[in-house]
């Protein structure tokens, strides 16, 4: 990547926070969480815009939250926290709706069921952005929520919506989660049929991203991308 700097100076670094975002980005589609915390760090240093920072800093607690240790949760928490105490005074609609999802997935992993937050998130996002990549993971979200009050007849309509949604964005890991989860209610219920063909179509699209991701790995770009350099 340096050398990409060296070569186009000038046409790159004005775009060298958003370089940073996309580097972190795709480091966190391939499963390089801890790559993917430097580069989203990074780009806070790159950007004086406040709505950018606030952005990454959502991106970088997403990736701590899914590295999944005790230390990264407390490192989330750190990153987040902040901006959900102002969530309603000094952000926009994208920081708002990316805060509070955020948030949300934290207090899961804190073991808390923060619906309220997040059903706030959706209804914003849904009449302030119309992005239908994170109307899909908030679905998700309620969708697991829902079964861990078990309403399984709620459940079962939020993961179908999103993984509606989830199909017409080509997002395959959220299809693999989705249908996995439905594969595992439609067994709790009793739904064979429903059960027997979840499974079929969720081995393969589990085949489909790992074909996906080791095309990815493989890629002669792909160290270069993720490197902390």
């Known amino acids: 990547m340096k050398n990409w700097f060296t070569r186009f100076l000038t046409i ?3 775009c060298e926070c958003i370089i940073e975002i996309l580097r972190g980005q795709y480091a966190h589609s391939v499963g390089c969480y801890n ?6 760090s990074e780009a806070v240093e790159l950007t004086d815009s406040k709505s950018m920072q606030a952005m990454c800093k959502v991106y970088e607690a997403i990736s701590y939250i899914c590295i999944g ?4 949760t407390s490192k989330a928490d750190h990153l987040i926290r902040p901006f959900y105490e102002v969530v309603d005074s ?7 709706t990316g805060v509070l999802f955020t948030y949300g997935l934290l207090l899961i992993k804190q073991r808390d069921l923060p619906e309220a937050r997040l059903v706030t998130g959706l209804k914003l996002m849904h009449t302030s952005l119309g992005n239908i990549q994170l109307m899909s993971q908030y679905l998700r979200t309620l969708g697991s929520l829902a079964l861990e009050i078990h309403d399984t007849v709620q459940a079962k309509e939020i993961l179908r919506s999103s993984l509606t949604l989830a199909k ?3 997002d395959v890991p959220t299809q693999v989660w989705v249908l996995s ?10 739904e064979k049929e429903n059960q027997m063909e979840n499974a079929e179509y969720q081995t393969k699209k589990a085949r489909d991203l790992e074909k996906r991701l080791a095309d990815a790995q493989a890629s002669i770009y792909h160290n270069e991308i993720v490197s902390s350099s």
């Open 12 to 14: 790159l670094m004005p």
């Open 35 to 40: 790559k993917a915390v430097f580069h989203f």
């Open 69 to 72: 240790d005790a230390e990264s």
């Open 90 to 96: 000094t952000v926009g609609a994208r920081e708002k």
């Open 168 to 170: 017409k964005l080509y």
């Open 181 to 190: 989860v439905l594969t595992d209610l439609y067994k709790e219920l009793g």
